[in-house]
């Protein structure tokens, strides 16, 4: 569900630990010599007791759950029992991967042999070697460290990661699945000391232990989200929760989304978006799978604040689903939309997928010329959007002072084929909904 190990996957944020053949394989433990050895095992293990404890910002190759070693830098460090120098574990962000994967470690995961010595930020960042980087080198260094968020200046950005650094809430449990967390959420304060929080899955109230959840259960009367359904096809079932009318559930939907997107701020004032919540149904009510947020009234156009897939339910096609519907309320609506800006990683991987099937499947079809325009009226995409897809396509050049789009058929099927399957549709014969204008 929240663990990753399984191949990069743009649904799940999996990770594949191969390629790292270079890395130690062999255990710390496993290594070491007997303790009448040699003079170099005594000069090792006073090396190891002189690095204890490990400093902040220390850089050390660890052991993680596939059993070999990655980079890791030490990101915050707490003791756990007595006072000695092995008496703490350490929150680590493997350099490798996505912050997702960041977790506590115990001393025996790290080897000690490969300590590097604390670098200064200010001199990293410059650039140690002194070495010019490519433009490829520095976009990939951008990608890793900068994660969705275009938006903030260096400090504001420094201030974010320091604050969020660490996860808060390591699990919860939601309905029938306990689910890791990606990233830190801020709670109120009472909930700082707690690994693991309880969330009912129809109020999405939350607890400390296992026990108030059983209490509020027999008292809970919901079944599903609160608000009106709007959709309904077999077992999935759409509902939009005003955030003015229903403050509490939209403020817990936040708190609980957040501990799996790193790129947004938690919204605090949930009076201003309307929240869509998919669920699946059964005999014992609407299960939430996802749900995607939007402003009431938005001068940007934008027809979707947040997305999120929980874990158990990714790899399905709900993140498609819930993209392909905020695009069918824009429709009926009248209106143009597009995603609030920065997209995650996912998300943008999951919105270029989006836009390239859809519109490819219109240029398939279509006989004759067709502009931006057209395709922008009868897709509800921004012309923006369209103009950046077909271009990072190929499939538009500029000829006199005008865009024009080349659609051969064959290199149509090919980007079809490698954009990937359109997962679940929504039936728009089943969504029945009012604008939120027409409703005010």
């Not at 201030?159 to 449990?173: D, G, P, R, Y």
């Not at 079932?237 to 989304?257: H, I, P, R, T, W």
């Not at 402003?295 to 819930?322: D, M, V, W």
Request: proline letters at 4%.
């Amino acid at each position: 569900m929240g663990s990753l190990d399984a191949p990069i996957s743009a649904e799940n944020g999996s990770v594949h630990a191969a390629g790292h053949g270079k890395s130690p394989l062999i255990d710390v433990a496993a290594r070491a010599a007997p303790a009448d050895s040699t003079p170099d095992f005594d000069t090792s293990k006073r090396r190891r007791s002189s690095v204890l404890p490990l400093e902040v910002g220390t850089r050390v190759m660890c052991r993680w759950r596939d059993s070999k070693y990655h980079p890791v830098k030490v990101i915050e460090r707490r003791r756990v029992h007595g006072s000695g120098p092995n008496d703490y574990e350490y929150y680590v962000h493997y350099t490798e991967f996505n912050r997702r994967l960041d977790e506590w470690v115990k001393l025996d995961q790290l080897d000690l042999d490969s300590v590097e010595a604390v670098v200064d930020e200010k001199v990293e960042e410059k650039g140690a070697t002194g070495l010019k980087m490519t433009r490829h080198q520095k976009r990939k260094i951008d990608e890793t460290h900068v994660e969705g968020h275009e938006e903030l200046d260096a400090a504001s950005l420094r201030e974010h990661e320091e604050f969020t650094k660490v996860k808060n809430i390591a699990t919860i449990e939601l309905g029938r699945y306990e689910i890791e967390t990606w990233y830190f959420s801020p709670f109120p304060p009472e909930y700082n000391d707690c690994l693991k929080l309880f969330f009912c899955e129809f109020c999405l109230n939350f607890m400390k232990r296992k026990e108030q959840l059983q209490r509020h259960m027999k008292k809970c009367d919901l079944k599903h989200p609160p608000g009106d359904e709007i959709y309904r096809s077999g077992t999935l079932s759409m509902f939009e929760v005003d955030g003015k009318k229903n403050k509490v559930y939209g403020q817990n939907l936040c708190y609980l989304a957040k501990l799996f997107l790193d790129h947004k701020t938690l919204y605090y004032d949930v009076d201003l978006f309307l929240f869509y919540v998919l669920c699946e149904c059964d005999d014992r009510g609407c299960h939430m799978v996802g749900y995607f947020s939007k402003e009431k009234h938005s001068e940007e156009s934008y027809n979707l604040a947040c997305i999120l897939t929980l874990p158990p339910y990714q790899r399905k096609g709900y993140g498609k689903f819930l993209i392909a519907f905020s695009y069918e309320l824009s429709k009926k609506e009248g209106k143009v939309g597009t995603p609030e800006r920065p997209l995650s990683d996912l998300g943008l991987l999951s919105y270029r997928g989006y836009w390239t099937r859809v519109l490819l499947d219109i240029l398939k079809k279509h006989k004759g010329n067709i502009s931006i325009k057209e395709l922008s009226d009868m897709t509800a995409i921004k012309a923006e959007d369209i103009l950046t897809t077909l271009q990072s396509l190929e499939l538009i050049q500029y000829r006199k002072g005008q865009h024009v789009i080349c659609a051969d058929p064959k290199v149509l099927d090919r980007h079809l084929k490698a954009a990937g399957r359109g997962g679940l549709e929504v039936d728009v014969c089943k969504l029945i909904w009012t604008p939120y204008k027409e409703q005010s």
